[in-house]
């Protein structure tokens, strides 16, 4: 049973893990939360659900279609919004504030668009295989299958790509990156690339595992921003521990607490690293 | 026809009023980000609705219902307000989702997502004529009360001090004064008021469950508070009167446009994310405020 | 090189520059010196573009820097160490000196083996990350990275805060290495005798306003100076 729970765990702890690389990215660098992060997620899984259902793509290539498109929205948001809001010197709650009014416009324009009811990939159901006394569904394996590839690719890109470089160097200090002729803009832009794409393949294996409906980032979003705080702020690394820490602290406590009360596991955890130690375990003060 | 319409639009307008005004009081001019404000709109509802079916006189189920919910606040506050904003935010958001879990799941106590009806209304048995006329003047009053109060509050010292938390906390602090105790009372204040608005709510609505607390509630108080001027309480009641003339202006249009409810109401909510975002990008201080005000 | 006309900057409603003019020529060392509060670090940051300025002309290389970004200042061939937070923690020695190349990386191997000989001490430390190193290893990466491009002029403020007099000793040489190489150098220091030392001319900053100038020799003999600045 404890091992069913702890195979759950990490499931939905690196689906928890790949979103909040994305927010603490963003966060660290731009200095604020953004709030529509899960709405991003959703706005992933859905396209891929209009390519994959709708318009009868390939499911593996509805999900590139809807990675590429996520990334673009981002970095349109970035042109549109975030940049002039830099150029302004925004205060961190304006920029917050901001975010909650983009939660809730991309979270209706799905709704707007597609409904709320609850949605599918047009995958075909498969049995679980059975490993002893715990049973792991094709979907699942998938999943962690992906999510892994994924945080080797990030960490591939940070370590080993000039521009990945240069992002840890933004996080680090974006006014000396500034003044050392650091493209800052172009740094910001390639950063909400791979942070929306993550959100994106996040929402997707989400919708893999649940289902697929308007609030599914929304109802993510505590646990992805206990996954970041409790990593450390603009640490990739620290999201992807903290994802699955905070997914394995989730399922685990099913075991003690009635199920619908996962999201106060979160909350728990958020409250307890903030009133402790607020620069998350793998953070410096 | 058209008298009841308006009725229930001033009707419903002026609890919301009231709710914003908690928010204005907390965000406007304390500067604290609550995005958890529904949490203690919901308190209030279903302790003054529990209460007054269990027996206890309604005016007293709304007194422990306003009276609760400033103890939520104070529970809520005493650990976090020492946080930084962002943090505020985030915490704020997951207490108050945490609360409509357990509305959600604990049936024995709130009757879960079915949630409570049948509860009495004050003067219910007495008034024979227009009840929501009744209901509006109650309210109203209530509203005005709670605009001149607050007002007088901000124009008094204590008002000073969290006038000057908002602008810059190392000011008081240097002066002495012990800003986590003010931005306590002010969120209390605050979460008191929501706590009223909660229980003129399940009043109007004669109907609670879980989906009247939602966190877009919170959002609607920010959007009245917001379009208002944040911290300019007469800018908070026009920008809830306003917010629900437009709600009840799409219901209108409901029969000559080609939309489904649900994307009516998604639309609705569209416009109101953008309107968010538009004002904080281009006119922070609202329709009403004043640029000298703001903080941002 | 670099030509300030009576600049004027600050930062708020009050201005700490209050019309400055001062030169650095072609292979020169410049150093600023003046009393804490004097505006010296703000007369750097308004050469580099971080503080606005309100009045007056910068010319670099005989163009007008005045209103220029400071990407495109860089670009331009300038480059600069801030007095703190001058180096990326988390990341290794070469990746720092990685950074100061963005803007043109195809020349970042020339400019590595340049820093490598003004700083042999990093060559066995390139995959360190600077976040762990001493204070002085640390501003030897920073001062490399603002290096990398070889830039024409070079700008640091406060050099040796932070060092032992060591230290302090190592750097003033590798200043003179620095220029030596063909790099002009325009230095904010408190430590004023030992940068005026090394130097070819200075200017003594106060309250915003040029007070003394001329050559470095010279200021060091100057028994006003000698008295208000560099301790009798």
Redesign the interface.
């Known amino acids: 049973m404890l091992l069913q729970l702890l195979v759950n765990g990490i499931v939905l702890g690196s689906i928890i893990a790949l979103a909040a690389i994305g927010l603490s990215m963003v966060y660290g660098i731009l200095k ?2 953004n ?1 529509a992060h899960g709405d991003f997620l959703t706005f992933g899984a859905y396209l891929a659900f209009v390519f994959n259902v709708v318009f009868g793509f390939y499911f593996i290539l509805a999900c590139a279609v809807s990675v590429i498109l996520t990334a673009m929205v981002g970095v349109g948001c970035d042109y549109a ?1 975030w940049r ?2 830099r150029m302004k010197n ?5 920029l ?3 975010s ?10 799905i ?2 668009m597609w ?2 009811d609850i949605k599918r990939y047009a995958l075909p159901v498969k049995r679980g295989i059975e490993f002893g006394t715990i049973i792991i569904t094709q979907n699942q394996i998938v999943e962690i299958v992906v999510a892994v590839a994924c945080m080797l690719l990030v960490h591939y890109i940070l370590k080993k790509t000039f521009i990945g470089k240069a992002m840890r160097a933004l996080a680090d200090d974006i006014d000396l990156a500034k003044v050392s002729g650091i493209d800052v803009d172009r740094v910001i832009r390639y950063t909400w690339v791979v942070g929306m794409a993550l959100a994106s393949v996040s929402g997707i294996l989400y919708g893999l595992l649940a289902n697929i409906n308007p609030n599914m980032g ?1 109802f993510l ?2 646990p992805m ?1 206990a996954a970041t ?1 409790l990593g450390g702020i603009g640490n990739p690394y620290g999201a992807m521990a903290g994802g699955i820490m905070i997914g394995l602290a989730q399922e685990l406590s099913t075991a003690i607490l ?1 199920p ?2 996962k ?2 596991v ?2 728990a955890i ?2 307890i690293v ?2 402790l130690r ?1 620069q998350g375990i793998m953070g410096t003060s | 026809m058209m008298i009841e319409y308006l009725i229930t639009i001033l009707l419903i307008a002026s609890i919301y009023a009231i709710f914003a005004l908690g928010l204005n009081l907390e965000w406007g001019f304390t500067g604290l ?1 609550n ?1 958890g404000h529904v949490a203690f709109l919901a308190i209030g509802a279903y302790t003054t609705v529990l209460l007054s079916l269990h027996g206890v006189p309604l005016f007293v189920s709304v007194l422990v219902g306003v009276a609760l919910a400033g103890a939520f606040g104070a529970l809520l506050g005493i ?2 307000l020492k ?1 930084r ?3 505020l ?3 704020t ?3 108050a ?2 609360i409509r ?1 357990f509305l ?2 604990e049936e024995w106590l709130t009757g879960g997502p079915m949630g409570v009806c049948g509860y009495p209304r004050p003067f219910e048995d007495i008034i024979t004529g227009d009840y929501n006329l009744f209901m509006l003047s109650v309210v109203l009053s209530i509203l005005i009360l709670c605009y001149f109060m607050l007002e007088k509050l901000i124009k008094s010292p204590w008002g000073r001090v969290l006038k000057s938390i908002r602008e810059d906390e190392d000011v008081p602090v240097s002066l002495g004064k012990n800003v986590f105790v003010y931005k306590i009372q002010s969120l209390v204040l605050g979460s008191m008021l929501a706590g009223l608005a909660g229980s003129l709510l399940a009043f109007y609505l004669q109907y609670i469950n879980p989906r009247n607390f939602m ?2 509630e919170t ?1 609607y108080a ?1 959007i009245a508070v ?1 379009l208002g001027g944040s911290g300019n309480n007469k800018g908070t009641v026009l920008g809830a009167v306003i917010l629900f003339c437009f709600f009840s202006a799409t219901r209108f249009t409901q029969e000559y446009v080609p939309l ?1 409810p ?2 009516m ?6 416009l ?6 538009l004002f ?2 281009y006119r ?1 201080e609202g329709l009403f405020g004043k640029k000298e005000e703001l ?2 | 090189m670099l030509k300030l006309i009576d600049v004027v900057s600050g930062y708020t409603d009050v201005d700490i520059i209050k019309g400055v003019s001062i030169e650095v020529g072609k292979d020169e060392i410049v150093t600023i010196i003046g009393p804490n509060g004097s505006g010296k670090s703000t007369l750097m940051k308004t050469i580099f573009g971080l503080v606005k300025l309100r009045s007056g002309k910068i010319m670099f290389r005989d163009k007008d820097i005045s209103r220029l970004r400071t990407d495109r200042i860089v670009q331009a061939g300038m480059g600069y160490v801030p007095q703190e937070r001058n180096v990326f923690p988390s990341l290794t020695v070469l990746e720092n000196l990685e950074m100061g190349a963005f803007i043109q990386r195809d020349r970042f191997e020339e400019g590595l083996e340049e820093v490598f000989t003004i700083f042999p001490e990093l060559k066995n430390k390139r995959t360190q990350k600077v976040g762990t190193m001493s204070g002085g290893e640390q501003k030897m990466v920073a001062v490399g990275r603002a290096l990398i491009l070889m830039p024409a002029l070079l700008l640091l403020d406060e050099p040796s805060s932070g060092l032992s007099p060591k230290l302090r000793d190592v750097l003033f040489n590798k200043i003179v290495e620095i220029n030596e190489l063909g790099t002009s150098l325009l230095v904010v220091e408190q430590n004023a005798k030992m940068a005026l030392s090394v130097s070819h001319r200075g200017y003594v900053l106060e309250t915003g306003k040029k007070r003394f100038e001329g050559e470095a020799k010279r200021l060091l003999e100057n028994e006003e100076v000698k008295r208000l600045y560099l301790g009798g």
């Not at chain 2, 109101?272 to 975002?277: A, D």
């Open positions: 604020f939360a709030f919004i002039p809001m925004a205060n961190r709650v304006t917050i504030i901001i909650i009014g983009m939660a809730l416009f991309i979270r209706n324009l709704i707007f409904g709320a929304w979003l505590l921003f705080i009635p619908e009360y999201m106060a979160a909350f958020l409250i903030l009133l607020p | 980000v995005f650990p976090t946080l904003e962002d943090y935010a985030i915490v958001i997951g207490f989702e945490i879990l959600l799941n966190p877009i959002f920010w917001v489904h649900t994307q109401g998604a639309l609705r909510i569209m109101i994310g953008l309107l968010l975002i904080m990008m922070p903080m941002l």
